[in-house]
């Protein structure tokens, strides 16, 4: 099917391939019915973690982020319910003849389009604590006791206190696979005018990084231990970054390890 085709039926023959496939729904069903027009348009980068993917890494197209990895998922269906992605192998590129710089700017242009999202933690953080000190647990569960960060916690970027020593989540609107946020162009260095110097992420998941101002008082020590405390403790396996954090050199404007 071309680009002259229903969309829509192509995403549903895709779901139907993904559920009914039965060695690795997450990529070999879709091959069939997917082309090149529908990969291009729904192409989006997913940060991953080098050291724990080293097998996958070696089967499907990816780029490496200082010492992680950025791979390519195609989207399939996302609503409010439901999203399903199949990840791009080597194998597809080659089928469908799609060069890793078509792919490259297609998933750097649809994962823009998916939206940043800045989250005050700092604030989140003392709404939650106020609340529970009031006695008002109930309350304070509902809104901060489900696996997304409340909307209103979302700043602009140039709005943000980054210089007032607050820590930030950065991921996208969905709260899904975001971490690859940071690997978009201009968006640490927006970060960082706003901080008016250096910055120390925190690779907290898959699905997010935290960001705070760095100053020569932060201790490397410290700031990595705290990302090993949380792999061990709250992120999944398949879902840890690394084991340490990051600086952004705001003069050199890249990522280095912390």
Do not use: W
């Given at each position: 099917?071309?680009?002259?085709?229903?969309?829509?039926?192509?995403?549903?023959?895709?779901?139907h391939s993904?559920?009914?496939?039965?060695?690795?729904?997450?990529?070999?069903?879709?091959?069939?019915?997917?082309?090149?027009?529908?990969?291009?348009?729904?192409?989006?980068?997913?940060?991953?973690?080098?050291?724990?993917?080293?097998?996958?890494?070696?089967?499907?197209?990816?780029?490496?982020?200082?010492?992680?990895?950025?791979?390519?998922?195609?989207?399939?269906?996302?609503?409010?319910?439901?999203?399903?992605?199949?990840?791009?192998?080597?194998?597809?590129?080659?089928?469908?003849?799609?060069?890793?710089?078509?792919?490259?700017?297609?998933?750097?242009?649809?994962?823009?389009?998916?939206?940043?999202?800045?989250?005050?933690?700092?604030?989140?953080?003392?709404?939650?604590?106020?609340?529970?000190?009031?006695?008002?647990?109930?309350?304070?569960?509902?809104?901060?006791?489900?696996?997304?960060?409340?909307?209103?916690?979302?700043?602009?970027?140039?709005?943000?206190?980054?210089?007032?020593?607050?820590?930030?989540?950065?991921?996208?609107?969905?709260?899904?696979?975001?971490?690859?946020?940071?690997?978009?162009?201009?968006?640490?260095?927006r970060i960082?005018?706003?901080?008016?110097?250096?910055?120390?992420?925190?690779?907290?998941?898959?699905?997010?990084?935290?960001?705070?101002?760095?100053?020569?008082?932060?201790?490397?020590?410290?700031?990595?231990?705290?990302?090993?405390?949380?792999?061990?403790?709250?992120?999944?396996?398949?879902?840890?970054?690394?084991?340490?954090?990051?600086?952004?050199r705001r003069?050199?404007?890249?990522?280095?390890?912390?």
């Amino acid at each position: 099917m071309g680009a002259e085709g229903n969309v829509d039926e192509l995403a549903e023959r895709i779901i139907h391939s993904l559920e009914h496939a039965e060695v690795d729904k997450a990529t070999v069903g879709a091959f069939d019915v997917m082309s090149k027009d529908y990969v291009l348009q729904n192409v989006v980068y997913r940060l991953i973690g080098q050291k724990t993917n080293a097998k996958l890494l070696k089967d499907c197209p990816h780029k490496t982020f200082c010492d992680m990895a950025l791979v390519y998922y195609v989207k399939v269906r996302e609503d409010k319910e439901n999203y399903m992605s199949f990840r791009i192998r080597n194998g597809h590129v080659d089928g469908l003849k799609i060069t890793l710089e078509e792919l490259d700017e297609a998933a750097v242009r649809n994962t823009t389009s998916e939206g940043i999202a800045f989250y005050n933690i700092a604030d989140m953080n003392r709404d939650m604590l106020l609340l529970q000190i009031a006695g008002k647990i109930e309350e304070s569960n509902a809104i901060f006791g489900g696996p997304r960060i409340p909307a209103k916690y979302d700043v602009p970027i140039e709005d943000a206190d980054i210089c007032g020593g607050r820590m930030y989540t950065l991921t996208n609107r969905r709260q899904l696979n975001g971490a690859a946020m940071v690997a978009l162009p201009g968006v640490l260095k927006r970060i960082a005018d706003q901080a008016d110097g250096d910055l120390v992420v925190f690779p907290g998941s898959i699905h997010e990084v935290n960001i705070c101002k760095y100053t020569p008082q932060i201790s490397r020590a410290n700031c990595n231990q705290t990302v090993r405390e949380a792999n061990r403790s709250t992120v999944r396996p398949d879902e840890i970054l690394s084991d340490h954090a990051y600086r952004y050199r705001r003069d050199l404007g890249m990522l280095t390890v912390l």
